[in-house]
């Protein structure tokens, strides 16, 4: 194993802060910058977890530690609502629910709780940035699996099967994937699961835009029975509630399991932060599904920028199901890093290059369409469009 500093040294950041604050600057300086960027949703969060937060501030207890695993009345809600997402509704517990301080302390907390030094842990490509980071932050050896374009890039146990090996401890699932917004079927998310049970190898599944899946019903690793076995569920307050800055996540897991994970979470934060949480127990309890009620513009921006994309000659892009992406395909881009670079200094919109994402990442540059609205993104992909064709 890489001594510590050397390790960590092997991380890239993600160019998000970079680029934003780049934007922020030609923003002070007079420019009109539209953001493709970072895919966040355009709604603030539900005015019953706004109106839950003011209240905690008058209340003792929000300024104090809450219990490890997190509030109970937190985790009893969230159990009504997740266990039908479940092979076994009526058999899950808070005991199989950690509250976190948002999805990547969830992730990076498993990893502690289950990755040895030298285990590898396997990702589809293009991937989530932020866990190949975190697999290598925990010692553990990062290993590419690269995913066909076809069918909008969904995962299949083929895509998975061939990297393998008896040192893989775990395998990650990103559904919908972010950065191809696609969501897997059930059909191949319970062929990978129960052939990685069979392994002895985990399922880390990340469910973070578990609400912004649009033709059909979210599809989750828990639904295949035994689930408990080697299922691992992460999810965040961040996209379903517009909660980005309040940092809360959850885990769903077997409670033994999550009785192990919550010696780490003690040890690297104690609990999630109490304010955060009392807003998130009354999100939870009465806006579980706040963000469906903007489905239909969520759709009408999709279909906007899927069209201003198929006017440009060099861009290419299958619509996908879920999350707020789009995974752009730019013929004879080679280097998505100087071009995301050039189309924000030189047109002024921001896009994240696809080489963040992977090696199977090159080439595409990923344009959000969670935020900016249906008239900045034609303008945007207008700019996009005329500086393409200088080129």
């Not at 994970?261 to 955060?276: F, H, L, S, T």
Request: hydrophobic residues 45%; negative net charge.
């Amino acid at each position: 194993m890489l001594p510590a500093r050397a390790r960590i040294r092997h991380i890239t950041l993600p160019p998000f802060d970079p680029l934003n604050a780049r934007a922020a600057e030609l923003r002070a300086a007079g420019h009109d910058v539209i953001s493709l960027g970072q895919a966040v949703p355009y709604f603030p969060p539900p005015p019953a977890a706004v109106a839950a937060a003011r209240a905690a501030l008058d209340r003792p207890e929000v300024h104090r530690y809450v219990t490890d695993p997190g509030l109970p009345s937190l985790r009893h809600a969230l159990v009504q609502r997740l266990a039908g997402f479940t092979a076994d509704p009526a058999a899950l517990s808070p005991d199989d629910l950690l509250i976190t301080a948002g999805a990547n302390h969830a992730f990076a907390l498993l990893l502690a709780t289950i990755v040895d030094p030298e285990d590898e842990v396997i990702v589809h490509s293009p991937y989530f940035t932020n866990h190949h980071g975190a697999i290598l932050a925990a010692g553990a050896t990062p290993v590419e699996a690269a995913v066909a374009e076809r069918e909008t890039f969904t995962v299949r146990w083929s895509d998975l099967a061939p990297h393998v090996s008896a040192r893989t401890r775990a395998v990650v699932l990103c559904n919908p994937s972010n950065p191809t917004g696609a969501p897997m079927t059930g059909t191949d998310g319970h062929e990978i699961v129960r052939e990685l049970a069979r392994r002895g190898v985990f399922v880390i599944s990340d469910e973070t835009y578990l609400h912004f899946v649009y033709e059909r019903e979210h599809w989750s690793a828990a639904s295949v029975p035994q689930w408990r076995d080697n299922v691992i569920v992460i999810g965040s307050f961040s996209k379903s509630f517009g909660m980005m800055g309040w940092r809360l996540g959850f885990v769903m897991a077997d409670a033994a399991l999550c009785a192990e994970a919550v010696k780490v979470q003690d040890a690297m934060i104690i609990c999630a932060p109490a304010i955060a949480q009392m807003a998130g127990d009354a999100a939870v309890r009465e806006a579980w599904s706040y963000a469906t009620g903007f489905h239909p513009e969520l759709r009408a921006r999709r279909e906007v920028l899927a069209d201003g994309l198929a006017a440009i000659p060099r861009a290419r892009w299958i619509p996908t199901g879920g999350g707020l992406f789009a995974f752009t395909k730019i013929d004879g881009c080679t280097d998505s890093n100087q071009l995301a670079h050039d189309l924000l200094e030189q047109v002024h919109v921001v896009t994240i290059p696809g080489a963040a994402f992977g090696r199977a990442g090159e080439g595409y540059l990923r344009i959000s369409y969670g935020y900016a609205t249906q008239q900045e993104m034609t303008r945007a992909l207008t700019r996009v469009g005329e500086f393409l064709a200088r080129r």
